[in-house]
């Protein structure tokens, strides 16, 4: 017999979930280098103006549409109207969203063997270049990034089999306000550093000089990325809200809690960049060679203030990768169970074995077979590329066609509003934008990266 399809407790429940969902290594590792190689305080701006035309509008789309169809992503698209043929959109999403939870996952693995290694009281004593040999050499490594990219895959198929309100609920509800407790305390202490005020400044004192074609097309990938548009987690997920529930305002304070925590995230790498003399365009290092050098000096100046600094942050850097990832992994494991029906506890075990075999080969490339490229692109850097710049946008464009000019006018009014529950004047802000805005955008974006125009 078909177990009864799980929902959210309520409102609150929705947004912590979401809000898991996109707080992740989007915010805490991706957004520092995309901010600190593309301009600096001025991408922030463009990034924040791709929130709003973009990022709001698609998410409150995802989220109408999954909760339409009370179904995995796929299925949803379409049933709004449209015909079967708009499943591929949907398609598109649980493709996407699987094949970034397969290096993604990697780079969980990284976090897990940091907080290993802060938990150890491994950043003590060492020098800056120690910490930087340390690094590539555990990347390059064939065998202990994977062993720790599958413990941790391990540990989010632990959650995800425990079901939507005693698995993915009950661990938002946990995780997510210890998450912003950690971001908080660290950015203030961060702040304190000698030299911070440089970092800070590079983070909020635009140079429009900087403003490059890059810089529109870096933002909107990320933007796409760090809310978890069109990966398949917010329609997935709304198909679990119930009735009741505000689309709007869940979107809007989804949004607000993941661009506080991104932007904090910012003010704690570059305010310790700076400090120790690091250009802020080191790339994904920064989290991962910067921060221990800075861990290494609090330990010279007082051992307990160290320790307790490092374990928060890897601490920190773990719950968000966890929460991003439980909502990655649920796409395909209801996208398998209700179109392929097998039972969910297989189902999910089936999506973590291929992510674990993918990511597996996506580490590799980071190492031995770092010589096998596409396009001059290794495996794991083509598929940061492929999903987060061409599928994401790409499926945002269809989305925003979608909603703005296929589905039932009627339908998506009664999703937004409540079926009349709420204010209809934003249905009427809302409806041009998808129609004209995002997807017009989108494609001018395209143009003038391909060269175009």
């Not at 909760?67 to 995995?72: E, G, I, K, M």
């Not at 069109?230 to 989804?254: E, P, Q």
């Not at 039972?343 to 996506?362: D, E, K, N, P």
């Not at 041009?432 to 125009?453: D, E, K, M, S, T």
Request: with cysteine; charged share 10%.
């Amino acid at each position: 017999m078909e177990q009864k399809r799980g929902t959210f407790g309520g409102q609150i429940a929705g947004i912590l979930v979401v809000a898991g969902s996109a707080v992740g290594l989007g915010n805490i590792w991706r957004f520092p280098y995309e901010l600190g190689r593309n301009g600096g305080a001025v991408w922030l701006l463009v990034y924040v103006a791709c929130i709003v035309c973009f990022g709001l509008p698609l998410m409150i789309s995802e989220f109408a549409i999954g909760r339409n169809a009370q179904s995995n992503t796929a299925r949803a698209y379409g049933a709004m109207g449209g015909g079967k043929a708009w499943k591929a959109v949907g398609f598109l999403g649980v493709l996407a969203g699987t094949l970034i939870l397969c290096y993604y996952g990697v780079v969980a693995g990284w976090a897990l063997e940091y907080l290993l290694r802060a938990g150890a009281n491994g950043f003590a004593g060492k020098s800056t270049e120690t910490f930087t040999a340390d690094f590539n050499a555990f990347v390059s490594n064939p065998v202990k990034p994977i062993a720790c990219m599958a413990a941790f895959m391990i540990i989010n198929l632990a959650v995800i089999l425990a079901g939507v309100e005693k698995g993915i609920e009950r661990a938002s509800k946990i995780m997510m306000p210890v998450l912003f407790v950690f971001v908080v305390v660290l950015a203030v202490m961060c702040c304190m550093m000698p030299g911070a005020g440089t970092g800070i400044a590079f983070l909020f004192r635009p140079d429009f000089g900087k403003v490059t074609p890059n810089t529109l097309f870096s933002a909107m990938g990320q933007c796409f990325y760090s809310l978890s548009l069109c990966m398949g987690c917010i329609a997935t997920y709304a198909s679990y809200f119930r009735g009741d529930t505000h689309l709007v305002k869940s979107a809007v304070n989804s949004v607000i809690i993941d661009t506080v925590v991104a932007v904090l995230a910012g003010v704690i790498i570059f305010s310790t960049a700076f400090s120790v003399g690091i250009q802020p365009d080191a790339g994904p290092s920064l989290v991962f060679i910067t921060l221990p050098n800075v861990f290494r000096q609090l330990f010279a100046a007082n051992i307990i203030a160290g320790y307790i600094f490092a374990l928060m942050f890897y601490l920190l850097l773990f719950i968000a990768t966890l929460t991003s990832a439980m909502g990655l992994l649920e796409v395909p494991t209801i996208y398998l169970k209700e179109e392929f029906h097998i039972r969910r506890r297989y189902s999910s075990v089936m999506a973590t074995a291929f992510c674990i075999l993918v990511g597996a080969a996506c580490s590799l490339s980071m190492g031995i077979w770092s010589k096998y490229t596409v396009c001059g692109l290794t495996l794991f850097d083509l598929f940061d590329y492929v999903t987060a710049k061409v599928m994401l946008p790409v499926g945002g464009m269809l989305t925003a066609i979608y909603a703005g000019w296929i589905a039932d006018k009627q339908l998506l009014r009664g999703q937004i509003t409540n079926n009349g529950a709420t204010s209809k004047r934003f249905f009427r802000f809302y409806l041009p934008l998808v129609r004209y805005v995002v997807p017009v955008a989108i494609i001018l974006i395209f143009l003038n990266q391909l060269g175009v125009i």
